[in-house]
């Protein structure tokens, strides 16, 4: 079969209470950031951060437009081996999802899926298996350079060796077990380990829509070229990141390190991009938490977080019209390579997983 699947069924109300809940706590939070930056007690760093001129903030100013660029591009290479945007069109879906992450909820993700889904008719099982090759991607580039921030306290050999060494061995990773599991072989592998671990929770896993999904996303990430390439812009984007952190920190005084800016950054972008209830308030308690930890006085840091986040809202709500230009001329002019993630729905789930031994060839939908 060719049809696409199913549209997404809607969230729960229970769900949508929550979501809604957790984005006024973090409205909550940031009101009393906002409120703390403004004692008495941190006037100087106020002072400082007005004095500072117009090349310091320029400069953060383009860091947060690269950063939303950097990402769309990511999202392309990803993509581009089933089916082929415009990366200028990406870039402009991405600067309004970023934008609307300061909204209730997921609206960002939402109105991605459903613009990809609609406009450039792309399924929702794609638009879901996309994703999770970027978060994949993500956590390769990420994870070694946090782990050494987090366990040394100084940028030494140790620490250039796990940041530089650490992405590329993930990424082989990456690829090597994704080859292994992708497509009917892999279906049929992940089914026979099931049989042989016998555990009850692995056998319920395979029968639910989550691992459906994240089945496909095996078809992206064992495409060597997207995953290498998606990796160098993942590093570009966490020195991007990272670089926004050290401005502020210079306007305000702070003496960080490279390795608590590239954790501070890291981890603002992490829960931005992971959040279920938004990022206002979330990402930036978050955070300073997480300076708390590394060593950093968190009255020091709440200023220079506020002036990260303020340079990026204002960049994304300044360049909102031209993104939004952009996407209407890129709208429907992608061309869908196809392969087997393209061409097909969500593999079937066993009803009988543990009595009824796998067929030798999985009967995916096509």
Same mark, same amino acid.
């Given at each position: 079969?060719?049809?696409?699947?199913?549209?997404?069924?809607?969230?729960? =109300?229970?769900?949508?209470?929550?979501?809604?809940?957790?984005?006024?706590?973090?409205?909550?939070?940031?009101?009393?950031? !906002?409120?703390?930056?403004?004692?008495?007690?941190?006037?100087?760093?106020?002072?400082?951060?007005?004095?500072?001129?117009? &090349?310091?903030?320029?400069?953060?100013?383009?860091?947060?437009?690269?950063?939303?660029?950097?990402?769309?591009?990511?999202?392309? %290479?990803?993509?581009?081996?089933?089916?082929?945007?415009? =990366?200028? @069109? +990406?870039?402009?879906?991405?600067?309004?999802?970023? +934008?609307?992450?300061?909204? =209730?909820?997921?609206?960002?993700?939402?109105?991605?899926?459903?613009?990809?889904?609609? /406009?450039?008719?792309?399924?929702?099982?794609?638009?879901?298996?996309?994703?999770?090759? @970027?978060?994949?991607?993500?956590?390769?580039?990420?994870?070694?350079?946090?782990?050494?921030?987090?366990?040394?306290?100084?940028?030494?050999?140790?620490?250039?060796?796990?940041?530089?060494? $650490?992405?590329?061995?993930?990424?082989?990773?990456?690829?090597?077990?994704?080859?292994?599991?992708?497509?009917?072989?892999?279906?049929?592998?992940?089914?026979?380990?099931?049989?042989?671990?016998?555990?009850?929770?692995?056998?319920?896993?395979?029968?639910?829509?989550? @691992?459906?999904?994240?089945?496909?996303?095996?078809?992206?990430?064992?495409?060597?070229?997207?995953?290498? $390439?998606?990796? /160098?812009?993942?590093?570009?984007?966490?020195?991007?990141?990272?670089?926004?952190? #050290?401005?502020?920190?210079?306007?305000?005084? /702070?003496?960080?390190? *490279?390795?608590?800016?590239?954790?501070?950054?890291?981890? @603002?972008? +992490?829960?931005?991009?992971?959040?279920?209830?938004?990022?206002?308030? !979330?990402?930036?308690?978050?955070?300073?938490? !997480?300076?708390?930890?590394? &060593?950093?006085?968190?009255?020091?840091? !709440?200023?220079?977080?506020?002036?990260?986040?303020?340079?990026?809202?204002?960049?994304?709500?300044?360049?909102?019209?031209? #993104?939004?230009?952009? %996407?209407?001329?890129?709208?429907?002019?992608?061309?869908?390579?196809?392969?087997?993630?393209?061409?097909?729905?969500?593999?079937?789930?066993?009803?009988?997983?543990?009595?009824?031994?796998?067929?030798?060839?999985? *009967?995916?939908?096509?």
């Amino acid at each position: 079969m060719t049809d696409a699947p199913p549209s997404r069924p809607a969230a729960r =109300p229970w769900v949508r209470w929550l979501r809604l809940a957790g984005w006024l706590a973090g409205a909550g939070v940031l009101v009393y950031l !906002v409120y703390d930056a403004l004692r008495p007690e941190k006037r100087e760093q106020l002072e400082r951060l007005l004095d500072a001129g117009p &090349g310091p903030i320029a400069a953060i100013v383009a860091l947060s437009a690269g950063t939303v660029i950097v990402n769309a591009l990511t999202l392309w %290479v990803l993509l581009r081996p089933i089916a082929k945007l415009p =990366p200028v @069109y +990406l870039s402009g879906v991405n600067w309004a999802a970023t +934008l609307l992450n300061y909204a =209730p909820g997921k609206l960002g993700a939402i109105t991605r899926a459903a613009w990809h889904n609609r /406009l450039d008719g792309i399924p929702f099982a794609t638009v879901m298996a996309w994703m999770g090759a @970027y978060f994949a991607v993500l956590a390769c580039g990420l994870l070694p350079t946090a782990i050494a921030s987090s366990l040394l306290d100084r940028v030494d050999g140790l620490w250039i060796t796990i940041s530089l060494a $650490g992405p590329p061995a993930l990424a082989l990773l990456l690829i090597t077990l994704s080859r292994l599991f992708e497509g009917d072989a892999g279906h049929d592998r992940m089914h026979a380990i099931a049989r042989s671990v016998r555990l009850k929770p692995v056998t319920w896993f395979l029968r639910t829509s989550v @691992y459906a999904n994240l089945h496909d996303v095996f078809a992206l990430t064992s495409r060597p070229s997207a995953v290498w $390439g998606a990796l /160098l812009l993942r590093l570009a984007d966490t020195a991007i990141q990272a670089a926004r952190f #050290a401005v502020a920190s210079a306007v305000l005084g /702070l003496d960080l390190s *490279t390795g608590q800016t590239i954790l501070l950054g890291a981890t @603002y972008f +992490l829960i931005q991009a992971s959040s279920p209830v938004g990022s206002a308030g !979330v990402r930036e308690g978050g955070t300073i938490a !997480v300076g708390a930890v590394i &060593g950093i006085e968190a009255d020091a840091l !709440v200023i220079a977080t506020l002036f990260v986040t303020a340079s990026e809202l204002a960049t994304l709500i300044l360049g909102i019209a031209p #993104a939004m230009w952009l %996407v209407r001329r890129g709208a429907g002019t992608g061309e869908h390579v196809g392969g087997a993630l393209a061409r097909r729905s969500r593999p079937p789930t066993p009803a009988r997983l543990e009595t009824e031994p796998e067929p030798a060839t999985d *009967t995916i939908d096509r």
